[in-house]
């Protein structure tokens, strides 16, 4: 730092970027090749939908049309199980170290077209490119190399000596994390002998097609991997198809108790992973400028549309005004914009209608009396953006601090005692994640006894690693993905 900067004391917490001016860094888009159009990935080939139907995916940023997408219906469904279901004998059949190869092999090809993927990834989604290079692209190929390791080594597995594949895998995934949740879930599927269907989210289609590519370079048989785009109604007639043993869903929980409903009295198995309201704890004690990044981690990675995002902050009431002064500090030095910028810290909102969502619920915040704050930052003309939001004065009856908003929008609320962090943390019918900041490691130990939700960081955040089992308890759904917990959902005791 010059003596200038160390004298020159901003007043103003937008003042300390202005010293220290970037210039445009922007990844390349030439990397990618995005064709003006795509097929269904359906037994190994390409190909129009049965009926000819299509839409647009655009990019959030800009909102430009990326390219024109095939729109499956029920008959594009039926045909891709159909795909599934004829591999699945000569598929699970192979021995486990020979379904590795492949996987293997999915997993280099993935690392060595990491930076087209990972552009390709921010473009469709609008995420920021240090996120989908660093973190999405990184954890994807990990996937693959992980459930690979585990396709010889089954009879481990916990289930049982000889445990067996389930058959046909329909598998739906949302958009905000779109090529890692195909990994979540085809990694496991395939390491463990199902042949799959995936439907993409309609917003974000793209990287599964790229994926299915891939799975054509990595020579994987014909109908192993069948890839459905489309939207809503393409989903419910997947999780519907009758020849499905096995349902696997990521999304909204509305979404999540209509599937639970169409496979209630069948004998396919289901897993959910559905909505959030992460509480993250800190207490006084706390390393304080470390808790700061991890509250900005746990709700702007990714515009805070993340399932397991700490949205609630509960902060002790003696460290109160310290913490959100540091926290108001550390949000105004936050880039936001062009995602392919690779100095950009917080991107475009997946889609118009997402923007929708987290405006009402911000307007709510408001209306029923909690203050709102952004730093001031500058939002583009075009696209879909939404500024890093804190809410104070938030109670527990609030909206803001019961409902999922899957945006930047932070909801502060405060404790004393632990026992009324953990009475407030549990006060949800959510439990997917939550964290703890604090030096007392007994209290971490017993704080995350008592915090009902599936993940509980201690003095990190959204740390994701494909050994760590992750999934819900209550109304944030069931089963477990990654671990070896990841296989039981893929496996029959023999
Ligand atoms: P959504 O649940 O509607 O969509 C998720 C996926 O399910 C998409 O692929 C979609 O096409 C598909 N789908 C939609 N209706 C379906 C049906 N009836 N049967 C089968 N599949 C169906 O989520 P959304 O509308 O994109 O987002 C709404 C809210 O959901 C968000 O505001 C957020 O709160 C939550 N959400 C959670 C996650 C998560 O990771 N848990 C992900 C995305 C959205
Ligand atoms: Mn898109």
Sequence with gaps: MTERAMTEQPSQPSQPSKLFA?????????????????????????????AGKVFKTLAPASEEVLSEVAYGDADDVDAAVRAARGAFGAWSALPGAERAKYLFRIARIIQERSRELAVLETLDNGKPIRETRDADLPLVAAHFFYYAGWADKLAYAGCGPEPRPLGVAAQVIPWNFPLLMLAWKVAPALATGNTVVLKPAE?????????????????????VVNIVTGDGATGAALVAHPD???VAFTGSTVVGKEIARTVAGTDKRLT?????????????????DQAVEGIVGGIFFNQGQVCCAGSRLLVQESVQEEVLDALKRRLST??????????????????????????????AGEAEGAQRWSPPCELPGEGYWFAPTVFTGVSQAHRIAREEIFGPVLSVLTFRTPDEAVAKANNTPYGLSAGIWTEKGSRILKLADQLRAGVVWANTFNKFDPTSPFGGYKESGYGREGGRHGLEAYLEHA
């Excluded at 995005?34 to 359906?42: E, H, M, Q």
């Excluded at 959910?272 to 304080?288: M, R």
């Design 334 to 363: 936050l880039r936001v914009g062009d995602p392919l910028d690779k100095n950009t810290d917080v991107g475009a909102i997946n889609s118009a209608e997402q923007l929708a969502r987290i405006t009402e619920l911000a307007e």
């Design 272 to 288: 959910l992973e559905l909505g959030g309201k992460g509480a993250n704890i800190v207490f006084e004690d706390a390393p304080l």
């Design 203 to 223: 917003t974000t289609p793209l990287s599964a097609l790229f994926f299915a590519d891939i799975c054509r370079q990595a020579g994987l048989p014909k109908g």
């Design 22 to 50: 970037y210039a445009p860094a922007p990844e390349s888009r030439a990397v990618v090749d995005i064709a003006p159009s795509y097929g269904l990935f359906v037994d190994g080939e390409f190909r129009e939908a049965a």
């Design 244 to 246: 499905v043993n096995k």
